[in-house]
Each structure stands twice: as structure tokens, then as C-alpha cells.
């Protein structure tokens, strides 16, 4: 399928397309004496002096939030070098919404399906199951560099027309590698395939300079392209839950139309837009150099602990993924589970066992934290495993 032939209304759910969004008299009158929304205009119900109120100053919390976002949505698509603006952008309560809204908008329950490519992030499957929407899968090459393998990509769209969303995860969850730029190109423009390709680029900001990183440009090329990004890692601000849909305004018109109307809180608007100024951002690339670096540091101690085997993956992500062995050398599930559930229950480190996905057999998935965490890090797994 050539880009410039997609026909987005012909993937978009018949009862979507014919939908009449919710308007507000906010949508067209947003100053004034605001006596439309049945708000209480007498404040919120809170201690003055607290700190949810100090902390809320200035935001009129008695009031809906802005439907809209367009400030918030202009920085991000200069931060993100987005030619387009407020149009091209969906904002979710964390990608998790944005993963949702996909399949409120393109799948019929019942009857269409979306192609996932493992070993990859689980809440695609999850939200499948919710909307009652069948799951295939083109697993990524299992030699541990877990690229995609479009041939079989192919094969899945040929073989199941209601396939109307692919997702691929770059840099992927848990495997820590971006997919090439070359093999992305190419499942967006099978010629086969008539639905849309949602790219998760919710670790891209680790991926190391001189590589290649964001697709998110390439939206006004591709225009059955979505590109997923969220402010949970590199920005720090898991706890405001914002995600990011990046695409066409024609698809962004559709999810927009079908969210709810206030999604988006004032108080996580006001953060969001206070970390995309000037001294935020500075503290932005300040942080990703640590982590990169403390990332880099954990892979050079790994080489030195005896029991530990691979770290998968390209290692473009905030976390690594580790094999643990045996005593034979060979990756074991047991060992690795034994080894997560000692340091979480008795030792208070937190990781991931990840030995039952495809491809990760005895695998622990590592977040980098700060140095004095991944000193406890090291210092654990090497006393696990002596």
C-alpha cells in the first residue's frame, strides 16, 4: 500500500465515523462569567494553607480543564519537530489511553484483530482482550537482537485481512532495542495491508546519538502512521500520566472526537508544560546523559559477574535485560525467578523477571536507576550469585 492511497475512513469504525462528538459551550466561549458547566464556583473543598491547595494555586481546580490543550500540544510539537501543530496530536491518560483509544476507534469487538510482534509490551494483548479483539503475532528474531521480522509480518496480513492495527515497540519493552528505521519503512508501506501501523516510542529518548531515533516526523509522510510517546521516562512524570498520539489529523480528529472531553487534568497539563520549557528541558538532557551512563556502567559490571550470561537487545532503553544461569552456563527461568523474589522480598531490590516471554528465557529486566541504586544492584546480584 502506497501511503498517499490510504483511505482512513474505510478502517475507521462505521459507528466512529458516524459519530456526533460531545461540544461544550466551552468548546466556543471559554472567558467571562462561566455559568455553563454546573461547576462550583465557590472553590475547592480544601484547607487554604494545605499543599494540595498551595500546589494547585493558580489552576481554578473548581473548573473543568482545558478540552482542548492546545498550548501543551504546540510544545510538543516543537520539542518533537513536528511541522504540523495542535492537529496532528491525541493526549491520553498515559499511553495506556492512547493504546485504548486505538482500538475504540479502529477495531469492530468481535470481528477485526491487531498484529503484535513479541516479545513486546503487554497491554496491547491486555486492551485486545478488553475490546474483545483477536491478537496475532510475527515474533521479533530471536538471536537476541529482536528486530522485526517482516517477511513474516507479510505473511500474518495475508493471512488475516481484519488485521486493522500493527503495533511495533521501539525502542521495545522488554527488549530494549530500537527497530530499524529500513524494516518500520517497509511494514508501512506493505501493499497489501489497509489498516495502521502505531509505532511505541516511549523509550526513544535513551536511544544513544548517532543512531536512529523518533519516527515522529514521519507522520506527514505516512499517513497510516501513529507514533506513541509518553512523559512517564525520559521526562520523569509517571505520576501525571500523560501519553502522546502523534499522527495524521485525520486519525487525530477521530480519536479526539471519541475521548472523553476533560481527559487531560489542569494539573497535569501544568506540569507537562512546565517540563518543555527552556530550564526543563536543559534538566531533561541532563538526566538522560546520567542514565545513559549509569546504563553503560551497569553493562561493564555485568561482564565481570560470574552466573550472569547475555544482555539482550541493543540496550537503547532506561532498563537492561540480563540472562541468569545456570550451573551449566544455559539461561534458567528457575534461578532467574528464585533470584527476583530473594531480592524483593528479603533484600527490599525491585526488578523484573521477564523468563516467560518469548525469547527471554531466564531473564531479568533491570531499570537503571541512580548510581547508589545500581550499586545496590551490582552488589546483590553478585552475592545471589556466588
Given at each position: 500500500?502506497?501511503?498517499?492511497?490510504?483511505?482512513?475512513?474505510?478502517?475507521?469504525?462505521?459507528?466512529?465515523?458516524?459519530?456526533?462528538?460531545?461540544?461544550?459551550?466551552?468548546?466556543?466561549?471559554?472567558?467571562?462569567?462561566?455559568?455553563?458547566?454546573?461547576?462550583?464556583?465557590?472553590?475547592?473543598?480544601?484547607?487554604?494553607?494545605?499543599?494540595?491547595?498551595?500546589?494547585?494555586?493558580?489552576?481554578?481546580?473548581?473548573?473543568?480543564?482545558?478540552?482542548?490543550?492546545?498550548?501543551?500540544?504546540?510544545?510538543?510539537?516543537?520539542?518533537?519537530?513536528?511541522?504540523?501543530?495542535?492537529?496532528?496530536?491525541?493526549?491520553?491518560?498515559?499511553?495506556?489511553?492512547?493504546?485504548?483509544?486505538?482500538?475504540?476507534?479502529?477495531?469492530?469487538?468481535?470481528?477485526?484483530?491487531?498484529?503484535?510482534?513479541?516479545?513486546?509490551?503487554?497491554?496491547?494483548?491486555?486492551?485486545?482482550?478488553?475490546?474483545?479483539?483477536?491478537?496475532?503475532?510475527?515474533?521479533?528474531?530471536?538471536?537476541?537482537?529482536?528486530?522485526?521480522?517482516?517477511?513474516?509480518?507479510?505473511?500474518?496480513?495475508?493471512?488475516?485481512?481484519?488485521?486493522?492495527?500493527?503495533?511495533?515497540?521501539?525502542?521495545?519493552?522488554?527488549?530494549?532495542?530500537?527497530?530499524?528505521?529500513?524494516?518500520?519503512?517497509?511494514?508501512?508501506?506493505?501493499?497489501?495491508?489497509?489498516?495502521?501501523?502505531?509505532?511505541?516510542?516511549?523509550?526513544?529518548?535513551?536511544?544513544?546519538?548517532?543512531?536512529?531515533?523518533?519516527?515522529?516526523?514521519?507522520?506527514?509522510?505516512?499517513?497510516?502512521?501513529?507514533?506513541?510517546?509518553?512523559?512517564?521516562?525520559?521526562?520523569?512524570?509517571?505520576?501525571?500520566?500523560?501519553?502522546?498520539?502523534?499522527?495524521?489529523?485525520?486519525?487525530?480528529?477521530?480519536?479526539?472526537?471519541?475521548?472523553?472531553?476533560?481527559?487531560?487534568?489542569?494539573?497535569?497539563?501544568?506540569?507537562?508544560?512546565?517540563?518543555?520549557?527552556?530550564?526543563?528541558?536543559?534538566?531533561?538532557?541532563?538526566?538522560?546523559?546520567?542514565?545513559?551512563?549509569?546504563?553503560?556502567?551497569?553493562?561493564?559490571?555485568?561482564?565481570?559477574?560470574?552466573?550472569?550470561?547475555?544482555?539482550?537487545?541493543?540496550?537503547?532503553?532506561?532498563?537492561?535485560?540480563?540472562?541468569?544461569?545456570?550451573?551449566?552456563?544455559?539461561?534458567?527461568?528457575?534461578?532467574?525467578?528464585?533470584?527476583?523474589?530473594?531480592?524483593?522480598?528479603?533484600?527490599?531490590?525491585?526488578?523484573?523477571?521477564?523468563?516467560?516471554?518469548?525469547?527471554?528465557?531466564?531473564?531479568?529486566?533491570?531499570?537503571?536507576?541512580?548510581?547508589?541504586?545500581?550499586?545496590?544492584v551490582i552488589r546483590r546480584l553478585t552475592e545471589q550469585l556466588s
Amino acid at each position: 500500500m502506497a501511503a498517499t492511497t490510504f483511505d482512513i475512513k474505510s478502517i475507521v469504525r462505521p459507528n466512529i465515523v458516524a459519530l456526533k462528538p460531545y461540544r461544550c459551550a466551552r468548546d466556543d466561549y471559554s472567558s467571562g462569567v462561566l455559568l455553563d458547566a454546573n461547576e462550583n464556583a465557590y472553590g475547592p473543598a480544601l484547607n487554604p494553607t494545605s499543599e494540595a491547595a498551595v500546589s494547585s494555586s493558580g489552576l481554578d481546580i473548581n473548573r473543568y480543564p482545558d478540552p482542548h490543550q492546545h498550548d501543551l500540544k504546540n510544545l510538543i510539537a516543537k520539542f518533537r519537530n513536528i511541522q504540523g501543530g495542535p492537529e496532528n496530536f491525541f493526549l491520553g491518560v498515559g499511553s495506556d489511553e492512547v493504546i485504548d483509544m486505538l482500538f475504540r476507534v479502529f477495531c469492530v469487538p468481535g470481528k477485526d484483530a491487531v498484529l503484535i510482534t513479541p516479545p513486546t509490551y503487554g497491554m496491547y494483548s491486555v486492551s485486545a482482550q478488553i475490546n474483545d479483539v483477536q491478537v496475532h503475532k510475527a515474533n521479533l528474531t530471536l538471536d537476541g537482537q529482536f528486530q522485526l521480522n517482516v517477511e513474516e509480518i507479510e505473511k500474518q496480513v495475508a493471512a488475516h485481512p481484519n488485521i486493522k492495527i500493527i503495533f511495533l515497540c521501539s525502542p521495545g519493552n522488554p527488549t530494549g532495542s530500537a527497530l530499524s528505521h529500513e524494516s518500520m519503512k517497509r511494514v508501512l508501506t506493505m501493499p497489501n495491508y489497509k489498516g495502521i501501523v502505531a509505532v511505541d516510542e516511549a523509550y526513544v529518548d535513551f536511544i544513544d546519538a548517532g543512531k536512529e531515533g523518533s519516527t515522529a516526523t514521519w507522520v506527514k509522510d505516512y499517513p497510516n502512521l501513529v507514533v506513541m510517546q509518553t512523559m512517564s521516562k525520559s521526562f520523569g512524570l509517571a505520576g501525571v500520566r500523560l501519553g502522546i498520539a502523534i499522527t495524521s489529523p485525520e486519525i487525530a480528529f477521530y480519536m479526539n472526537a471519541t475521548k472523553a472531553p476533560y481527559n487531560i487534568a489542569s494539573t497535569t497539563s501544568r506540569v507537562a508544560q512546565e517540563a518543555l520549557q527552556p530550564k526543563g528541558l536543559e534538566i531533561l538532557h541532563k538526566h538522560i546523559a546520567v542514565m545513559v551512563q549509569e546504563r553503560d556502567r551497569l553493562l561493564e559490571a555485568f561482564k565481570s559477574i560470574t552466573g550472569l550470561g547475555r544482555v539482550l537487545g541493543t540496550n537503547d532503553s532506561n532498563f537492561v535485560l540480563v540472562e541468569i544461569l545456570d550451573k551449566d552456563g544455559k539461561p534458567s527461568n528457575d534461578r532467574a525467578f528464585k533470584i527476583y523474589t530473594d531480592m524483593a522480598s528479603k533484600q527490599g531490590l525491585v526488578v523484573r523477571f521477564r523468563g516467560t516471554e518469548i525469547g527471554c528465557e531466564g531473564c531479568l529486566r533491570i531499570t537503571v536507576g541512580t548510581p547508589e541504586e545500581n550499586d545496590v544492584v551490582i552488589r546483590r546480584l553478585t552475592e545471589q550469585l556466588s
